[in-house]
């Protein structure tokens, strides 16, 4: 999972503070179920905090939420 992320990442600026947020709240929810999906408010909190420090735009936030939950995803249904 981190060598996709870093892959990816160094070449188009997705944030990887809500790619490792992302794929936690995959994780949580895979394992403890779909009650665990408030979590994702921490994972919009980070998302806000990143786009506000001007660090990455709404786009290459999505875009890591997104790779982080999609390898979180694969790796749980691969167990």
């Known amino acids: 999972m981190v060598l996709s992320l ?3 990442a160094t070449d188009r ?4 503070h809500n790619s ?3 794929g936690t709240v995959m994780i949580l929810v895979l394992a403890l179920g779909p009650g665990l999906l408030l979590t994702t408010l921490g994972t ?3 998302g806000w905090s990143r786009t506000a420090l001007k660090a ?3 786009t290459q936030i999505l875009a890591g ?3 982080g939950g999609v390898a979180a995803l694969a790796f749980g249904l691969l167990r």
């Open 6 to 8: 870093v892959s990816v």
């Open 13 to 16: 600026q997705i944030s990887l």
């Open 20 to 22: 490792g947020a992302g």
């Open 44 to 46: 919009a909190a980070i």
């Open 56 to 58: 990455h735009s709404f």
């Open 65 to 67: 939420t997104a790779l």
